[in-house]
């Protein structure tokens, strides 16, 4: 079967597909739910997840501001199934749209697993066990996205484990859980677990949890993570064993942890290797990423690629950013725009929260970058008085001479929020001392925090 184009993937890939495509014949593979990561397993249902947790946590901090409160009961089917009960029928909905609506009269949805066997040419074994269908396609869009990683542990093949796919949707909440990974997701279900109640154990090879981020930043938030999870930093695991309960993981200091459930946050590998990439022509990374130009095209002719399976942040915004690209692209091939990396920020949902955007104070210094750094306590200003905040704060670098932002890493609450008038200063050019005192900041509200951290830069 022959068609114009063939997008592999219904995460971001999906979004590709408006009325300017009504004239060409597409195909769209999905081997999984419809919607793909984000949606069903990724950003969405963990950021539902999270703000429950974070309701659940406020009679712990609540008495030092003079309001006792109690956490009486967490009931977690209804949690659970107010998140899925939001999400399963938006991904049920969105396939049907593309499979029935006569909006998508040109639309062929292939629910199975795409393979290249050529040069834009792929074998599709559908789901329903009926026979392979092969597919080519004028132009291809990889948008396959990434899977989580198993780690391969003695043991893990013999125990029950739970990866971010599946631990949203435990039948009930254990009483103790072992966590291995000090990364994102680590940190995102560590919190949520543990504001359920959830005697927590986090395993990690590193000596800070989130090592990625601004030294100040993860230091601090293993400072804070301490005092809530139980933290096992600096050490690999030797081997993990089923118990009468759950799994027991036994460490290389010879120490052990045990849980009800085991969740492996260890990464996510894209899945260039599980679309046999190669015998398309198409190139990847050490890493495995598809290799993409700055306009997204693969090494190989007419094939695309947008998202987790090109993109090493791996985050949602950059694949909707990458997939705004190649729809652009698909649709005037004479005038390609280039993605923009350049300020790609992130944010961690975890407790508390932390954003970033920009190089690290470390990556200025391994670049031999000249800048000025300056930070601004929460306790400092009038919210963080409001809200006896004692922990958090914000951590600029800027050029001196410039005064233009550098990097931007915040720790406290709202710290996904209060970021983005800071990615939109790096983003447009706009100094420190213009945006700290061209414009007004609504007193007393949080951003006082970023105008003051603007304000402290000791630029010259
Ligand atoms: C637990 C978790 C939380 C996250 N939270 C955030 C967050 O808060 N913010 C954020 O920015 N990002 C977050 N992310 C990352 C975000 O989900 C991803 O960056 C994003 O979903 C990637 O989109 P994509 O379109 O590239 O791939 P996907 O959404 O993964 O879509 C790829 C699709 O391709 C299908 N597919 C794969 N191989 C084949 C094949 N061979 N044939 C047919 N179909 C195939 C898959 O089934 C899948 O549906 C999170 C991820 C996880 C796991
Ligand atoms: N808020 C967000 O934007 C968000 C949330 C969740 C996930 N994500 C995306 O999903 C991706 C995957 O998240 P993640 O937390 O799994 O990855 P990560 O790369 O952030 O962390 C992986 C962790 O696992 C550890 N690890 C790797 N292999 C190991 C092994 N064999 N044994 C022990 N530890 C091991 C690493 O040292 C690291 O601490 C992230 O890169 C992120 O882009 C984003």
Redesign the pocket.
């Known amino acids: 079967m022959r068609f114009d184009l063939v997008i592999?993937?219904?995460?971001?890939?999906n979004s590709l597909l408006d009325p300017r495509f009504a004239g060409l014949k597409v195909a769209l593979?999905?081997?999984?739910?419809f919607?793909?990561?984000?949606l069903n397993?990724?950003?969405i249902p963990?950021?539902m997840f999270v703000h429950t947790a974070d309701i659940a946590l406020m009679p712990s901090s609540s008495s030092k501001l003079g309001v006792d409160e109690t956490l009486d009961a967490v009931h977690w089917p209804q949690i659970r199934d107010r998140v899925f009960g939001r999400i399963d029928p938006i991904a049920a909905g969105g396939r049907e749209y593309r499979t029935d609506h006569p909006d998508n009269a040109n639309v062929t949805v292939f629910a199975?697993?795409?393979?290249f066997t050529g040069d834009r040419t792929l074998e599709i074994t559908p789901n329903d066990g009926s026979d392979p269908v092969t597919i080519s396609g004028e132009r291809v869009v990889l948008?396959?996205?990434?899977r989580?990683v198993v780690p391969d542990i003695p043991g893990i093949d013999e125990v029950e484990y739970h990866t971010?796919d599946t631990v949203m949707r435990l039948e009930k909440l254990p009483a103790r859980m072992v966590v291995i990974g000090g990364g994102?997701?680590a940190a995102?279900f560590a919190h949520v677990f543990s504001a359920y109640g959830v005697e927590v154990t986090v395993v990690a090879r590193g000596g800070v949890l989130l090592r990625q981020e601004d030294r100040d930043i993860s230091e601090r938030f293993t400072e804070l993570a301490r005092q809530r999870w139980d933290l096992r930093l600096g050490r690999q695991v030797r081997r993990v064993a089923k118990t009468d309960t759950g799994v027991l993981v036994e460490l290389d200091d010879g120490t052990t942890a045990e849980g009800e459930v085991l969740l492996l946050a260890t990464g996510?590998t894209p899945?260039s290797d599980?679309?046999d990439v190669d015998r398309g022509g198409i190139e990847v990374t050490g890493s495995g990423h598809v290799v993409v130009d700055e306009y997204q095209r693969t090494t190989a002719e007419g094939v695309w690629a947008?998202?987790?399976?090109s993109?090493p942040w791996?985050?949602?915004?950059?694949?909707n950013h990458e997939?705004r690209v190649v729809q652009h692209n698909l649709l005037h091939p004479d005038d390609l725009v280039a993605a923009d990396h350049r300020f790609v920020p992130?944010?961690v949902?975890t407790a508390p929260q932390i954003a970033s955007v920009g190089l690290t104070e470390q990556q200025a210094l391994d670049r031999g970058v000249r800048y000025v750094t300056a930070t601004q306590d929460y306790a400092g200003i009038a919210y963080g008085w409001a809200m006896e905040n004692t922990t958090g704060f914000a951590k600029l670098l800027a050029d001196p001479a410039t005064g233009q932002l550098l990097g931007a890493h915040i720790l406290g609450p709202q710290a996904p929020t209060l970021i983005q008038p800071l990615i939109q200063a790096m983003s447009f050019g706009l100094d420190a001392r213009s945006m700290a005192r061209g414009q007004y900041w609504v007193h007393p509200a949080m951003p006082e925090l970023i105008e003051n951290a603007l304000l402290n830069l000791p630029l010259d």
Not at 8 to 13: C, R, Y
Not at 29 to 33: L, M, N, Q, S
Not at 35 to 38: F, R
Not at 314 to 319: I, M, P, R
């Open positions: 592999i993937g219904t995460g971001s890939g593979v999905e081997r999984g739910v919607g793909g990561t984000c397993v990724g950003c963990t950021k199975g697993e795409a393979r948008a396959a996205g990434g989580a971010s994102f997701i995102e996510r899945n599980r679309l947008l998202g987790d399976i993109s791996e985050l949602k915004h950059v694949a997939a992130h944010a949902f």
